[in-house]
Structures are given as structure tokens and as C-alpha cells.
């Protein structure tokens, strides 16, 4: 069967160079099919999918939408519209890729779009704000962003080229085979460079057990991937070694990963080994973005654009609260490991962070408000001593062993 590229674009604004993009990919030997999100003019050409088409899976026909007062409010029904025309083109399996062309409205409106697919599938966004900000279009999703220099306003030779070499992008990126599907279950884990010992020694083991453990940053944007991919069937168990996001959460933290973090395995029913990984950091750009609240309190340099402020008693007590009211909720097995003597490469003795009665606030709010039926295991490790390691590896084999053979029976 032909592949199929579904290409998204305003017609009524930018209709030759996407026409202009369909005759290239076509020229690869793969199909095209186009969705017209523009909905204030004549297309340029005759799509397969019409405007009012669109607007009318976004919730109304295209005359009353263009009654309405704000142009916002225009883009969001197009926006609903073109997602779930592509989610159902999907579905139904009319199109295995998608590509488009914009500034900053037919950006927003594709980008929506592509991140309604599941990961694997192409999604290529040539967009002017690829050299702004991506991170609003690309989220969690693995969107390819491609800065085209120019304006996309009207065709010339250095558009030409661009668009050329995204034809050419998407059109390799459809006809890679997928790789077959491992058999090996996969158990996600979590970093952060200064967790990275623990990490390491824990994939390695895993993996010489047969496991996949795919890694996350654990930067907000890289565990709201994981618990997405959680929630999609992808990851079978969580190592979840740096919970940082729990703190930046409650302290206001850039790495902040919203309110859902540390819920999705649980809700899923997977077995979870857990730890308090970077639980004494909340980060911050440049010293001068730290808010006028936190003055007088430790930070340090991480590099030249990150500031780390140290959690404080009172947050790791709050901390622990938040922590237990999520794991309580799990309808998996669930293991809190506590490393008593310190969280991460920074809490250690002589360490910038260093602060023993920070860490027992947050030990002593975790055995206090955690169910009876969540095992919690302390040791005498710092968090990044290989024995910590080896110990957070064996339980998780323990807790695997345990759930498979439910599963099974």
C-alpha cells in the first residue's frame, strides 16, 4: 500500500507554496492528501479536505464561525477541527505522516493536530517560529521543527529549497520500516545529572535482565512524556529514581511537570519503585529570576543560566504529604526506597546542599502519611552509591517477578 502524507495548511494564505509541497513529495513516490485549515478565503487549490469540512469537526459550519467576533476564536474551532480529522485519518490508516507550513496561527493549528498521533509517526512543522520557541508546538511529542529562514510568503528560490529538503525529510521518514516490536517489557526510569550514577548502574542492571529502560529527563517536559507514554500502553514498569518535579511543582520550580506527575503508573496499575531523587533542588534560570520570596535562602550556581534553590523543612514535609496522597492511590505494587544519606550529587556531606534535617523533614513526612500497604525501605546510602543502586534494581526485579506472575495467572 502507498504511504500517505497528509499535509495541513491555510490554502487561503499560503496556497502555492503548499501546492508547491505536494508536487515534491509526490515526486518521492508517496501519496498526498491535503487538509485546508484556512478558513477566510478561496484555496489556492482544491483540497481533499475543505475548510468547511474542518470547521465543521471543530464543532460548527464555517458561516457561522466566521461570524465570530475574535479571530481566536476562529483558529481554536480549526484547531479542534483539523486534530480530529487527523486523529480519525489515523485511525483509520489514510495517512501515515504529517507535514505543514506556517506562522504563527497555521503553527499553532497544525501542531495541534500532530500531536493527537502516537509517537513514531512522522510529524514534520516548517515553521518561522522554529528559531523562536518550539517548545509550545512540540510539547511532549516527538514534532520535527524545521526553520525555513525566510517568511513563508510567497515562492522563491531559497523557499524552494526548504521546502524541497522537507518533501524530502517526510517522504524518508514514511518509508522507514518500523523496527519489530521488542518483546522485552520496558521499565522507565528518571534522571537528572546529579542522579546520574544511580540511574546508570540501575538501566545496566535492568537491561542485563532483559529489560528496555528508556530514560527521561527529568526536566517537567520529560516526565509528562513518560507519564503519557504510561498511559498509551508503551512503558510495562517505572524506576522512578528523580521525583524532583514533586517539589518544582509545589516551590514554583522551572522543571515543574504539572499536577498529574507520579499518577499514571499508579492509575495503570503498574508495579513502581520509587525514590526521592533531586528532591532537594527547585530550579531557577540566573540568580536574578529567583522571586523576592526566596531571598536569604540557599541557592546554587548549576551553570551559567541555572540556579538551584535547596528545599527547605517545611516544602519536603509538604513534599511527603503530596507524595503519599498519590502513591496511596495506586492500584499496582508500589516500593518507597529512602537514601538516607542524601538525594542527590549535591546533598552530600561537604556538598552545597547538604542538609540532614531538610532530608529527615521529608523521610518523616513520607513515613507518616504513606498507606500501610506501600512497602518503604530505608537505607544507608547516599543516593548515588552503587549499593542504593544494586538494592533499587533487586526490588524492582522482586516487584516484576511479582506482578508478571499475577498477570499470567
Not at 3 to 9: E, L, N, S, Y
Not at 229 to 251: A, K, P, S
Not at 329 to 346: H, M
Request: include cysteine.
Amino acid at each position: 500500500m502507498k504511504k500517505t502524507i497528509a499535509i495541513i495548511g491555510t490554502l487561503d494564505t499560503k496556497g502555492a507554496e503548499h501546492r508547491y509541497l505536494k508536487e515534491q513529495i509526490e515526486l518521492w513516490g508517496v501519496a498526498a492528501l491535503v487538509i485546508n485549515t484556512g478558513p477566510l478565503g478561496k484555496p489556492a487549490f482544491i483540497p481533499d479536505i475543505s475548510a468547511e469540512q474542518v470547521a465543521l469537526a471543530g464543532g460548527q459550519n464555517l458561516a457561522d464561525l466566521l461570524s465570530l467576533p475574535e479571530r481566536s476564536q476562529i483558529m481554536a474551532v480549526m484547531s479542534r477541527g483539523a486534530a480530529a480529522i487527523v486523529r480519525d485519518l489515523y485511525a483509520r490508516d489514510m495517512i501515515h505522516a504529517v507535514i505543514s507550513m506556517g506562522g504563527g496561527q497555521g503553527t499553532a493549528i497544525s501542531s495541534a493536530a500532530m500531536r493527537v498521533l502516537p509517537l513514531g509517526v512522522p510529524k514534520v512543522m516548517v515553521s518561522t517560529l522554529a528559531a523562536v520557541d518550539p517548545q509550545p508546538f512540540v510539547d511532549i511529542k516527538d514534532v520535527t521543527m524545521m526553520n525555513p529562514v525566510v517568511d513563508i510568503f510567497g515562492l522563491n528560490s531559497l523557499l524552494k529549497m526548504i521546502i524541497r529538503q522537507a518533501a524530502a525529510a517526510v517522504a524518508a521518514m514514511v518509508k522507514v520500516e518500523k523496527e519489530a516490536e521488542s518483546r522485552n517489557p520496558r521499565i522507565s526510569a528518571t534522571m537528572y545529572g546529579i542522579t546520574t550514577p544511580c540511574v546508570t548502574r540501575v538501566k545496566a542492571i535492568l537491561e542485563a535482565a532483559g529489560f528496555e529502560v528508556p530514560v527521561f529527563a527529568a526536566t517537567g517536559v520529560g516526565d509528562r512524556a513518560m507519564e503519557d507514554l504510561i498511559q498509551n500502553g508503551y512503558i510495562q514498569g517505572v524506576v522512578d529514581i528523580t521525583t524532583t518535579n514533586v517539589g518544582q511543582e509545589l516551590v514554583g520550580g522551572i522543571n515543574h511537570a504539572g499536577p498529574k506527575r507520579l499518577e499514571a503508573a499508579g492509575e495503570k496499575g503498574l508495579p513502581q519503585v520509587v525514590s526521592l531523587g533531586a528532591l532537594d533542588v527547585v530550579n531557577f534560570l540566573r540568580p536574578e529570576s529567583l522571586p523576592a520570596r526566596f531571598q536569604g535562602r540557599r541557592f546554587h550556581m548549576h551553570n551559567d543560566n541555572v540556579t538551584l534553590l535547596r528545599t527547605s523543612v517545611e516544602e519536603n514535609i509538604q513534599a511527603g504529604r503530596v507524595m503519599s496522597a498519590k502513591l496511596n492511590q495506586a492500584k499496582g505494587p508500589v516500593t518507597v526506597v529512602i537514601p538516607l544519606r542524601g538525594l542527590s550529587a549535591y546533598d552530600s556531606i561537604g556538598g552545597p546542599f547538604y542538609d540532614p534535617r531538610a532530608d529527615v523533614a521529608l523521610f518523616s513526612s513520607l513515613k507518616d502519611h504513606l498507606s500501610p500497604q506501600i512497602k518503604l525501605i530505608e537505607i544507608d546510602c547516599h543516593i548515588n552509591d552503587p549499593p542504593f543502586a544494586d538494592r533499587l534494581a533487586s526490588l524492582m526485579l522482586e516487584s516484576w517477578e511479582k506482578y508478571a506472575g499475577g498477570q499470567k495467572t
